[in-house]
């Protein structure tokens, strides 16, 4: 049989005098194939801590285990074992389906499958797989030199990308929500052009249509008829000027047309409404004409 030329150097050194199986059947090192029984051809190997009636050689293709030095096209000398430790390549089978692979159990007992190559995920052994081990790996007869990828870290990342909660998508708040937090900015309005922040709030998501400060005012006074500082349309709205006029996240003490500790007012007043609105707030562009999609609720509605 022939072999490229740095195989063959390697395969039939002075010292390759044990003759093993070999199966052209190109094992999977990146997604797994089927393969059928292939008839065995027999080649010499160089002598070492192995015999041949429990070791055989293969083919792989692929490019999943790089990191261990293993690249497609190269022959592996497979030693039958059925003992497997922490870290050991290994050649499995997996529903049929033969494949190259690191072998690793992690500190909760679950059995791991793990390629050396960042753009292809772990696989976890499952007991509904029907998993046969061929052997583990004892040399790459076409060697390149060996740096192992970190298997821990390779797990860890796969497990965090599929545990992490999936952010939620960008929603109006409900008239509930709104409410408990206007009461919550409310504890901190010391007056009434103050409610500016939180219309900004409001109108940034949808809630309330932009420049409708009848709507806001109407709003805070149903659901806080006794405060002390009740917007009014005209003074909310008489201090919609430079950054005031734009979108909340966008406010600065610089642009706003007011300045220091006055400004900060206005602006707590909006900080206190996003600590209590949901954190996936949608954004309404300011010339958009969409209207609440909630009912809302005003003192006129009842």
Request: proline residues 7%.
């Amino acid at each position: 049989m022939c072999f490229n030329n740095h195989k063959i150097a390697y395969l039939c050194g002075e010292e390759c005098g044990i003759l093993v199986p070999f199966y052209d059947v190109k094992a999977s090192c990146g997604l797994p194939t089927e393969q059928g029984d292939v008839p065995p051809e027999m080649i010499r190997v160089p002598g070492g801590d192995f015999d041949g009636l429990n070791t055989y050689t293969i083919s792989v293709k692929g490019d999943s285990m790089v990191g261990v030095g293993i690249f497609d096209g190269d022959v592996l000398l497979i030693e039958k074992t059925f003992q497997l430790r922490n870290r050991d390549i290994i050649y499995v089978s997996i529903d049929g389906e033969w494949m190259v692979k690191n072998y690793y159990m992690d500190d909760l007992g679950r059995h791991w499958l793990v390629p050396s190559n960042p753009k292809y995920n772990p696989t976890q052994i499952t007991e509904d797989m029907n998993i046969y081990i061929g052997g583990k790996v004892k040399y790459n007869l076409t060697l390149h030199g060996e740096s192992r990828e970190n298997i821990m870290n390779s797990i860890s990342e796969y497990l965090q990308q599929e545990t992490e909660p999936k952010p939620e998508p960008p929603r109006m708040p409900t008239q509930q929500e709104v409410e408990a937090a206007l009461i919550h900015a409310g504890k901190s309005i010391e007056n009434m052009r103050c409610w500016l922040g939180a219309c900004r709030v409001l109108m940034d998501c949808g809630f309330i249509k932009e420049g409708d400060y009848a709507t806001f005012c109407d709003l805070v006074k149903y659901v806080l008829p006794n405060h002390e500082h009740l917007p009014k349309k005209y003074e909310v709205g008489r201090m919609a000027a430079g950054c005031f006029s734009k979108p909340f996240d966008t406010w600065t003490d610089a642009t706003a047309p007011v300045h220091g500790e006055v400004y900060l007012k206005y602006y707590r007043a909006g900080e206190a409404m996003l600590e209590k609105l949901p954190k996936n707030l949608c954004k309404t562009p300011k010339n958009s004409q969409i209207q609440p999609q909630n009912s809302l609720k005003t003192k006129n509605s009842h």
